[in-house]
Structures are given as structure tokens and as C-alpha cells.
């Protein structure tokens, strides 16, 4: 069946470093690809799509490339900030279900 | 526009107890889905709808039943609670969004525990 495997959290950084988390689906077909963020307390918002093979999805200054060749779909920022403390979900849409990874927490020290 | 709303916020039960979550969207969207999150176990689907009076079964759906009567509302129903239904549920609509993109908006929660 489909699923997506992301890295286990949590990770830690300081203010201003670089930050990536992994993320690979297996689907057939050609699935389209989210990262989703959730801030204590609250729901999930949508961050960023992208809906075909090399697609790039940006929001915030956050990025991640669909890679059709790899099955990845790698969340990326140039300099995180504080206020980037949250829990970031990878997830696939394919044949009208939304699946989820298990989420990586992510703390920025400043 | 209120968006995705879901009602209760927060609900104890006993063993064997029966309850009613709604989820309510105001977008018009086609699409509807009941998640539940656990700690380490991400969000798992329960049940989802395509559409006015269809629904169907998602990853984890045994011990839940679900109706899509309206366009706008989703029932997640809880026939005879048990402790593992312990979780935060949450409830997503899919649709156009702001510019007409396909988006998917949640709602704020609801946390169920089960003594």
C-alpha cells in the first residue's frame, strides 16, 4: 500500500543553521506530495505541495523537490528561526487519501 | 468563513459509552476526512467521504462509523468507546482554495479520553 517514512525527531538546531528532513514515499503512480506543519495546540496548515515529478513546493522560505528517481520529497531551510519550533508532516494524496508520515519535531535554540 | 470546525473540543467517556463527533466546513468542498493522532503514530485515517452521502474505510477504521448526510458536515461516530480510541481526532477538508489551488484545510481537534 502507500506510505511515507520520514526522519525520527526530534531534531535540534540553532538559530540560523541549515535544516533538512527526509522524507521518501512508495505509492504507485504518481502521488502528490505535502509537507504539512503543527504548531503546539493546534491543527495541522498546509505548507507547502507539490503535485509532479520535479516540481519544487516553497512557502516561508521553506523548500522541498519532488524526485520521482529517489521517491523523496526532502523538506529544506537556508536559516531556521525560533519561531520554526513545530512538528513537520510529510504526506501523499493518491486515489483521494491523504496519508501521513509520523511526524519529526524540530526545536531551534536561539 | 469559519473554515473547518469540529465539535466537541474535548470529551471524556466511559468504557462502552457512545458519542458523535461533527465536523462542519463551509467551503463547499467535495472531499472529507476523520484522522486520529497518537503520539509516535502520526495521523492515521480513519474513515473519509468523496462526496455528499458516500464514505469510506481508511487505515484504521474498525470501532468507527461515519455519515456524510450534507455536503458540509461529516460525522465520526463512536459506538461503544474503549480506552485505545484514547486520541486527538482531527477533521480535513479538501477543495479549491484561496485562487482556486486544491488545498486541504484541518480542524482545530478534538481530544477524547476514554476511562
Known amino acids: 500500500g502507500n506510505s511515507v517514512t520520514q526522519m525520527e525527531g526530534p531534531v535540534t538546531l540553532s538559530e540560523e543553521a541549515f535544516l533538512t528532513i527526509n522524507c521518501t514515499y512508495t505509492?504507485?503512480?504518481?502521488?502528490?506530495l505535502f509537507w504539512y506543519v503543527q504548531y503546539p495546540g493546534e491543527g495541522l496548515q498546509l505548507l507547502l505541495k507539490a503535485t509532479k515529478a520535479d516540481d519544487k513546493g516553497s512557502n516561508k522560505g521553506f523548500e522541498a523537490t519532488y524526485r520521482k528517481e529517489t521517491t523523496s520529497f526532502h523538506l529544506e531551510k537556508g536559516s531556521v528561526q525560533v519561531s520554526d519550533s513545530a512538528v513537520y508532516f510529510c504526506a501523499l494524496l493518491k486515489d483521494d487519501k491523504i496519508i501521513f508520515g509520523k511526524g519529526t519535531r524540530l526545536h531551534i535554540l536561539p | 468563513n469559519a473554515g473547518v470546525t469540529q465539535t466537541p473540543k474535548f470529551r471524556v467517556l466511559k468504557t462502552g459509552q457512545s458519542m458523535t463527533l461533527l465536523c462542519a466546513q463551509d467551503?463547499?468542498?467535495?472531499?472529507m476526512y476523520w484522522y486520529r493522532q497518537d503520539p509516535g503514530m502520526g495521523l492515521r485515517l480513519i474513515h473519509y467521504?468523496?462526496?455528499?452521502?458516500?464514505?469510506a474505510k481508511g487505515e484504521v477504521p474498525d470501532g468507527y462509523n461515519v455519515s456524510r448526510l450534507k455536503k458540509q458536515n461529516f460525522l465520526l461516530g463512536l459506538e461503544s468507546a474503549a480506552p485505545s480510541q484514547t486520541s486527538v481526532y482531527f477533521c480535513?477538508?479538501?477543495?479549491?482554495?484561496?485562487?482556486?489551488?486544491?488545498?486541504?484545510?484541518f480542524g482545530p481537534g478534538t481530544r477524547l479520553l476514554v476511562l
Open positions: 505509492a504507485t503512480g504518481y502521488p502528490s
Open positions: 467551503m463547499n468542498h467535495e472531499y
Open positions: 467521504s468523496v462526496g455528499e452521502g458516500t464514505t
Open positions: 480535513a477538508s479538501r477543495g479549491p482554495g484561496t485562487g482556486g489551488r486544491e488545498t486541504q484545510y
